[in-house]
């Protein structure tokens, strides 16, 4: 089970108060974020920032403070060099006294692309020996491996029927036993935001989850929650319908 | 010198090839001409020229020269163009990679071609030593002052952990308990697990410490103070 400590009263930031979008500016990416503080408790002066980052890339950018949001001159983000799978930490420091103490914070927060799009689900591609694919977990969050040995494997993983119904269920599947049954959410309410968005996901296509998702809790049902992933499971297949045709006359052009 | 080039897909994969066939005892050469051909590689522009000829006794001259050739290309060109960085390592193959009693000894992959992986992208050995230098600058010589081949604990330790390698108050902090002035080199013993205050305990402490304190907003000094007295007295007044 997962155990936080926090003896500093260090607040979380409800990723529903959060909206980051990447836009252009001046040919470039920059971001929008909007943010919203109120009745957290947080002091007034307290400053806000948002940290953009990505393996060796990092940004800072000062929005104000608690009292007075105010979004900088520029939030571009043409200076770092990795755009893709850019996530975002926003801080809350009061500064009043001689060290800054984070009094509440919101981290791995991923933005909304032009395109209208967050992601879930980052995909990267490597040398996986003789592997196709496999789903790594950085600090809890799933990534998606792809063995990049594979001709034409990042248009591949994004259109090949085949491919989609090879690994797509089975990523979908792993995933939420992962979060549920292995790691345990202890409070649904309180989770991070790649869990709440694969919750989410996950209610979409199999409607309500079970009431305890916490492994360790006694009342957890672990036939119940793996019966539930197999209904998020099928019926996220059966809304690719189109796609499953396609991987039908593939199969059969084949045969 | 040499037209700076960048390696494509089919010049990796060529490579990829080439680290294999060592690896299971070829002798060969490293396929340095073919390699500088379409479609193995393409020209990158703007157009650089390297020093293929040059001996670099540690990475930290390595990235330095790196930086001194490249500058004024965007960060995000030369990261883009990934190509780029296993092209320099072809280029400069019996440095990252030298021949002992007529042996090469190949690592992984990722030390001689970038690799996607957040995992694991900053163990190449000629794009970290650019992408160091470029962070950090002298205050990099922890990481880079080792022979070109060499990826040390440094690296793995601090060079790993994105909240970390992107704090150069921090890297200063480090440099500064660490480093030997004296000797131009890190100190004996930082490294060693069993001794208090090593790096290691620098890096759990500082991650702890970061869920509480703003620590990107902090100067070296002050980063410093929040250490644990007793535990890093001796490298700090050493």
């Known amino acids: 089970m997962k155990r936080r400590l926090n003896f500093t009263d260090r607040k979380r930031i409800p990723l529903e108060r959060i909206s980051l979008t990447l ?12 943010l919203d503080l109120n009745d957290l408790g947080l002091p007034e002066q307290a400053s806000v920032y948002m940290e953009a980052y ?61 395109t209208g799009v967050r992601a879930i689900l980052p995909v990267e591609f490597r040398d996986l020996g003789s592997q196709i694919w496999r789903l790594s977990f950085d600090g809890g969050e799933p990534f998606l491996e792809f063995n990049s040995a594979i001709p034409f494997i990042r248009d591949r993983a994004k259109a090949d029927y085949r491919l989609f119904f090879y690994v797509y269920p089975a990523v979908l599947r792993e995933i ?51 019966k539930w992933i197999e209904t998020v499971v099928t019926e996220f297949c059966t ?9 039908i006359q593939l199969e059969e052009k084949e045969t | 010198m040499k037209e700076l080039r960048c390696l494509s897909e089919p010049g990796r994969v060529a490579f990829t090839d080439y680290l294999q066939r060592i690896r299971q005892g070829a002798s060969e050469e ?36 790196l930086n001194t050739v490249l500058k004024g290309i965007d960060r995000n060109t030369l990261l883009a163009n990934q190509g780029i960085w296993d092209y320099l390592t072809l280029l400069w ?6 021949q002992n009693e007529g042996q090469r000894s190949i690592r992984e992959n990722a030390r001689y071609i970038v690799s996607p ?7 190449h050995l000629v794009l970290c030593a650019w992408e160091l230098y470029s962070l950090h600058g002298i205050y990099s010589r922890l990481f880079l002052e080792c022979p070109p081949h ?89």
């Open chain 1, 239 to 247: 809304a690719h319908r189109d796609k499953w045709n396609g991987f």
């Open chain 2, 150 to 238: 060499i990826h040390n604990d440094w690296t793995e330790q601090l060079a790993s952990r994105q909240e970390i390698i992107t704090n150069k108050a921090l890297i200063e902090a480090a440099d500064r308990l660490y480093w030997d002035k004296n000797q131009q080199r890190p100190k004996t013993g930082a490294t060693d697990r069993n001794r208090p205050g090593n790096v290691r305990r620098l890096v759990l402490v500082m991650r702890q410490l970061d869920l509480t304190y703003d620590l990107h907003a902090m100067s070296v000094d002050e980063i410093v103070s929040l250490l644990p007295p007793r535990e890093f007295r001796r490298w700090r007044s050493s």
């Open chain 1, 23 to 34: 836009r252009e500016e001046d040919g470039r990416r920059a971001f929008d974020a909007k």
């Open chain 1, 176 to 226: 939420l036993v992962q979060m549920i049954i292995v790691n345990g959410i202890p409070d649904p309410e309180d989770v991070e935001e790649w869990e709440k968005d694969w919750l989410d996901f996950a209610r979409h296509y199999g409607g309500e989850a079970p009431e305890v998702l916490d492994s360790q809790d006694n009342t957890f049902d672990e036939v119940g929650v793996r």
């Open chain 2, 117 to 123: 992986d957040r995992t694991d992208y900053y163990r």
């Open chain 2, 93 to 98: 193959f019996n440095q990252v990679c030298p």
């Open chain 2, 30 to 65: 490293p396929p340095v001409a073919e390699l500088s051909r379409e479609p193995f590689s393409i020209e990158f522009l703007p157009l650089v020229q390297v020093d293929e000829s040059l001996v670099f006794p540690t990475r930290y001259q390595m990235g330095e020269y």
């Open chain 1, 54 to 114: 990505y393996k060796t890339d990092y940004m800072r950018y000062p929005f104000g403070t608690v009292a007075q949001f105010r979004r900088p001159l520029s939030t571009n983000l043409g200076s770092l060099g990795r755009i893709d799978n850019l996530r975002f930490r926003i801080k809350v420091v009061d500064e009043s006294g001689t060290r800054g103490l984070i009094k509440a914070v919101a981290d791995r927060i991923r933005p909304v692309t032009p």
